[in-house]
Each structure stands twice: as C-alpha cells, then as structure tokens.
C-alpha cells in the first residue's frame, strides 16, 4: 500500500461528494446547516468526551475480539496490515488519524449511513479496506464501521466518532510500534 496523491484526491471526494449531494438533492444552502446535517453538531464538552471514551472502549473491546476469534480459527492475516502501515512515513500516518479519519467519518457514517444504512455503508467501508490485503482487515472493518454507523445512529453526533477512531486507530499504531 503506498500513499500518493490519488489518496488525497480521495479525500476531496469524500469530503465534496456529501457537498454537492447535499446542495442539489436536500437543498441546503447554508453551508453550517451543511455540517449540522451530517452531524457535526456542537454539544458540550464532557458529553462529547463521555461519548468519545464509550465508543472508543467499545470498538477496542470489539476488535480485540475479532483479533482473538481470528487467532484462534487460525485465520488471522492482520501482521500484512502492521507491515504495511510500518512502511508509512509518521507525517502520513498523521495525516491518515486526522485528515482520513475525519473523511472516513463524514462520508461513510454522516452521509450514507442515513441515505443507503448502517450495512451497506459499512460494506463500503469495508471494500475501502482491501488494500491492506487482509481479509480479517476487511471483515473487521465492516463490524467496526456497523458499530461506528450505530453509534453515530445512537448519538446523532459525528464527533464523537470521529475522536474514538483517531483514537482507535493511534492506539493500535502504538501497539503496532512497540511489538
């Protein structure tokens, strides 16, 4: 998996997509009621941190258990995804926990999940995955991108999602770097 600017260019997309969508079909003009629709909503501080911790509890909790099942039935492949994401440069991997994970969050749980649903948003989601060349990868991120697309359902705030996953993910890179 290398990163190169077609990778940028899919976040614009990811970003403009729910935009022009929005704009055309829901005809919202006013660009903060844009953001509002696809839950990026101001609350207070410790709810959104409330919020934050349980979900990124959870989804740690969650992957944990798919590591572990994975293991166990000796189908487990994710060392082809710590290999690829070693291979990426730190200023990368920045800009993947806080560019791409925001985009992530803004086009697959703020705007299809209302639209097309929590399994097919996620199945998306999911074949985004394929790159890594892990299959466990793929059925991990469909379980864990149907949580997110629920828990975003659940709150009906993007932001706490968007926090537990950059979380999520700098966690697991951290575990990543020190095994």
Not at 80 to 109: A, N
Not at 139 to 149: C, H, K, Q, S, T
């Amino acid at each position: 998996m290398q990163y190169i600017p077609e990778d940028f260019l899919l976040d614009v997309f990811l970003f403009l997509i729910p935009f022009y969508f929005i704009f055309l079909v829901d005809r919202i003009t006013i660009i903060s009621q844009v953001f509002r629709s696809q839950g990026l909503i101001k609350k207070p501080f410790w709810e959104i941190l409330k919020q934050t911790v349980i979900i990124f509890f959870l989804l740690f909790c969650l992957s944990y258990a798919l590591g572990l099942f994975s293991y166990l039935f000796g189908v487990s492949d994710l060392e082809l995804v710590g290999e690829e994401i070693l291979k990426i440069s730190p200023i990368l991997i920045i800009y993947l926990f806080v560019i791409r994970v925001f985009m992530e969050e803004w086009f697959f749980r703020g705007f299809l999940t209302p639209r097309i649903g929590a399994i097919f948003s996620s199945a998306l989601f999911a074949v985004g995955h394929f790159a890594y060349g892990s299959w466990v990868e793929v059925l991990g991120a469909f379980i864990l991108g149907l949580f997110l697309a629920k828990m975003y359902e659940k709150t009906g705030n993007l932001w706490p999602n968007v926090f537990a996953h950059t979380l999520y993910n700098f966690v697991i890179y951290l575990f990543m770097i020190a095994l």
